[in-house]
């Protein structure tokens, strides 16, 4: 097998020599033939008319034309597309959209169409196209992109039914691949629909600190997006695309959320597209499967990453706006919450989020405002290794004028195994937890003296040994439930002598028990 990219390299340079030198001797001439090359790979058996020139396309995709002359290409009896005749033309130079480009739709299902018609299937060996294989066809299924993978599949069935020959079938997204490919430009996958999936992420988890593997199966279907954390390096969500539309795009996904690296919980969400086939929004389900809320994205950038969101409940009705400001690398800087569809005053902004961030591309302090209620920032600590070793809160209760703040630390997979809560001379230590995140052991101080020790069964049940703040020595211990309802008090004095016990239901006194 020839290597085709290198040979048509060398092509080019040919050509355009020639021309020059054509150019040179004659500059007067405007009627010598020039030849040039159609590509997706060489194309061969292409018919092509000027208005002095016609034929088929040779083995190297070789075509004919007068300088300035508009180029028709045919399948068959059916027109494929026009442009100005040059020395390398391709789908994206005949698509008859403005401003076409390998993600624009009439080229990539173009693409498909003449890989699909390739006679050995191959692509990369050039593409030969078969007078029988071309009778075959009808014009709906040529200017078939709206329909594009039901259409490329009853291709290959009709030529398949008419001539015997099976045809491989080459679906748009693939086809795109390959034909940026051979003219050497960049090309992501769902290019419409990736970004805005990567950007619609809980911005605490900003871009630069995860990484994605979009999944494709030998039709050219996105089937799967995993998306991971970076440290420590885990999965963080699982999106399984469902259902499909009949462009062969997504239109269904589940979502499983991962804690740790453990599945914790599913959600699911529809696509909704606009006419180029931009994804412009979801719909939002819930476990159940029942739509919770409409996500319209009001305006995405040129990365495609969404900035601006505006959501809806199930009946339409207006919810909030979210904005989003972005780093160069996508990460969200400032995030805002309004309660105006269009306002940007600060007596509608319900809340704002700023965030910074590492060299290596993890938070390093985010900020949490809300007018007139309370404001929260958090700075986060890591190790050598990237991991979060510690992360320290403070809380501004505005409406009360009051200070808190919480201290976070973590083990080496980043799971939560103690915590401090400290408000004025008041010091909690949550010593020991359970898998479940649920408190095991703790100590509360007042100023520098333990005040109470308070140990919980897996149960949740609670025992708390409270010093009495007269330090004289006497005690109490309270017995709670889960929820932590009071059920009985327990008395001893200084000397730790027992004196009486108080039980409780709903939190209310019912009777007394004395030594």
Request: aromatic letters at 12%; one cysteine or more; proline letters at 3%.
């Amino acid at each position: 097998m020839k290597d085709f990219k290198l040979f048509y390299l060398l092509l080019f340079c040919v050509l355009a020599i020639g021309c020059s030198e054509v150019e040179t001797i004659n500059h007067n001439s405007n009627d010598q033939p020039k030849t040039g090359v159609f590509l997706d790979s060489a194309v061969e058996g292409l018919y092509y008319e000027t208005s002095t020139q016609s034929g088929f396309t040779n083995n190297l995709g070789e075509f004919v034309y007068q300088e300035g002359e508009i180029i028709t290409f045919f399948l068959g009896d059916f027109e494929l597309g026009r442009a100005k005749a040059d020395l390398v033309l391709s789908p994206i130079s005949i698509a008859q959209t403005p401003k076409a480009n390998i993600y624009t739709p009439e080229v990539q299902y173009m693409a498909a169409l003449l890989q699909t018609l390739d006679i050995d299937g191959n692509a990369k060996n050039g593409i030969k196209l078969e007078p029988r294989v071309l009778e075959a066809l009808d014009e709906d299924l040529i200017r078939g992109r709206e329909n594009a993978r039901v259409n490329i599949l009853e291709v290959v069935k009709r030529v398949r039914e008419k001539t015997g020959i099976d045809l491989t079938e080459k679906f748009p997204e693939q086809a795109a691949s390959h034909l940026a490919e051979t003219l050497g430009e960049n090309y992501q996958l769902y290019a419409s629909l990736l970004p805005v999936l990567e950007s619609t992420v809980n911005p605490f988890e900003p871009i630069s600190s995860v990484s994605w593997d979009h999944q494709v199966n030998d039709e050219g279907l996105l089937f799967n997006s995993i998306r991971y954390e970076n440290n420590p390096y885990r999965i963080s969500a699982v999106y399984d695309y469902t259902e499909y539309r009949e462009d062969g795009y997504p239109l269904k996904m589940e979502i499983t959320k991962y804690n740790l690296g453990e599945p914790a919980f599913t959600i699911s969400k529809e696509i909704i597209y606009n006419e180029e086939r931009q994804a412009i929004g979801f719909k939002n389900f819930d476990a159940n499967g029942a739509l919770i809320s409409i996500s319209t994205f009001e305006a995405i950038n040129t990365d495609g990453y969404v900035t601006d969101i505006k959501v809806q409940d199930q009946q339409g009705e207006f919810l909030y706006r979210e904005t989003f400001e972005r780093n160069e690398n996508g990460n969200v800087s400032i995030h805002n919450r309004y309660s105006s569809e269009s306002s940007t005053e600060i007596d509608d902004l319900e809340i704002r989020y700023e965030f910074s961030f590492t060299e290596s591309g993890d938070l390093l302090q985010s900020k949490q405002l809300r007018p007139n209620f309370r404001n929260i920032k958090s700075d986060y600590i890591y190790r050598d290794d990237n991991t979060l070793k510690q992360k320290n809160t403070l809380i501004l209760l505005l409406d009360q004028n009051r200070i808190s703040s919480r201290e976070d630390f973590y083990d080496e997979q980043e799971k939560l195994i103690a915590f401090n809560i400290i408000q004025g001379d008041w010091r909690s230590e949550y010593l020991e937890l359970y898998p479940d995140g649920d408190p095991k052991l703790v100590y509360t101080y007042y100023q520098d003296w333990l005040q109470e020790v308070a140990t919980f069964d897996e149960d949740g049940y609670g025992e708390l040994v409270i010093q009495h703040l007269d330090r004289s020595g006497s005690y109490q211990i309270d017995f709670r439930d889960p929820s932590y309802n009071l059920i009985k008090i327990e008395y001893y004095d200084d000397n730790g002598n027992y004196e009486k016990t108080e039980y409780y239901e709903n939190n209310e006194l019912v009777r007394t028990e004395y030594v």
